[in-house]
């Protein structure tokens, strides 16, 4: 068995350094008893200006590899893997680059492709020799380029993020901006960025007119969340949750409850453990609704909203005013324990019923 693996002289370091270095990285992943090498044979084929690779395995097993080396992999850049597909081809393909995104590496897996970047995100499998590698390294480019320097942090960038999810498409980069309350020179900027991550579809300098927005609430949890913030504190409903809603549906403050509880209401899991809640006024509301200060064996959380986005577009459930599907995924996402499956649970039922929470 092959490994096909061509090399293209389009990276920011020479090829034949990037090259060199995925050898001495896999050869330092390697059991003990096997060997990597670069190899005399030129592969044959539209292939046939590649580098070869040998890897040989206890005694007498081996296996080629040729690369497909690039200076940098894109989402929206994947489209070249299907030439390395196609039907014709014996040898799987193992791209290499200097950075390899998680999202790219997702993609990569999907079409059951392997990759290996110098810092040290790698996935190689052969059957024989029986050979597989997988180490994880940087979940962020270490050497971002100006364009790569974009993030999803901050406000806007949230207000941003719920409008496309919230929202379907199509529509202009001025009309986006207007619904989330932001500039059109910043959500141009954001628009670029989610292109190239192949988040949206968008004609060059057109309008949006498609939004992965399961990949983009995933992306959005990498630098959001209420967790992380300062206006997050512990408490302890010592009766249980159906006081506390009881409560809740005679206060005339607003709120919008998020978290474990509020996904239960679309797309029950288990009984809900964590009762999250925004409010203007945490103290105020923790008075009202009998809560007790608790790090330890806390079951609500309580959090003054990063931005009143997490008002927009709530429902009633049961008396009680939820946040937005797209919040509440977001925000278990993020969240401890099991939260991330209830996200996972939620999103299917997201997927499967567009119509009812999105406009």
């Excluded at 389009?10 to 003990?32: C, E, F, H, Q, W």
């Excluded at 690369?67 to 929206?76: D, G, H, K």
């Excluded at 628009?191 to 190239?196: G, S």
């Excluded at 498609?210 to 990949?215: E, F, H, I, P």
């Amino acid at each position: 068995m092959s490994i096909l693996l061509s090399v293209v002289d389009n990276t920011g370091i020479s090829g034949n350094k990037l090259v060199r270095a995925v050898i001495d990285l896999l050869a330092g992943k390697l059991p003990r008893g096997w060997r990597i090498a670069p190899s005399t044979v030129r592969p044959k084929g539209p292939s046939s200006a590649g580098a070869v690779l040998r890897i040989r395995g206890p005694g007498s097993s081996s296996a080629s590899m040729l690369l497909e080396a690039r200076s940098r992999v894109e989402p929206r850049d994947l489209g070249f893997m299907e030439t390395l597909l196609r039907p014709d081809r014996e040898l799987p393909v193992l791209i290499v680059a200097p950075f390899l995104s998680p999202r790219v590496q997702a993609n990569l897996q999907t079409r059951g492709i392997g990759y290996a970047d110098l810092t040290g995100n790698i996935r190689l499998s052969l059957s024989k020799p029986g050979l597989y590698i997988e180490s994880r390294g940087a979940d962020k480019n270490p050497q971002p380029a100006a364009r790569d320097r974009r993030s999803l942090k901050g406000a806007k960038a949230g207000r941003l993020v719920r409008a496309l999810c919230d929202f379907r498409p199509s529509f202009g980069i001025r009309e986006w901006a207007k619904r989330a309350g932001v500039d059109a020179g910043y959500a141009s900027r954001i628009a670029d960025y989610l292109d190239r991550e192949a988040l949206v579809v968008r004609k060059p300098r057109g309008p949006i007119t498609g939004v992965d927005w399961s990949g983009l609430l995933h992306r959005w949890s990498q630098e959001y969340s209420p967790f992380q913030r300062g206006h997050l504190r512990w408490y302890l409903a010592a009766r249980g949750l159906a006081p506390l809603t009881d409560k809740l549906r005679t206060l005339s403050a607003r709120y919008a409850v998020s978290g474990s509880w509020a996904a239960a209401q679309f797309a029950p899991v288990a009984p809900p453990r964590l009762f999250l809640c925004y409010s203007d006024d945490v103290p105020h509301m923790a008075d009202a609704l009998d809560l007790r200060p608790s790090e330890a064996g806390s079951n609500v959380a309580l959090i003054t909203p990063f931005d009143p986005v997490v008002y927009e577009r709530t429902s009633e459930k049961k008396g009680i005013t939820v946040a937005a599907p797209s919040q509440i995924a977001v925000d278990l996402l993020t969240s401890p324990g099991r939260s991330p499956n209830e996200a996972e649970a939620l999103m299917e039922w997201m997927q499967e019923n567009e119509g009812a929470w999105r406009a």
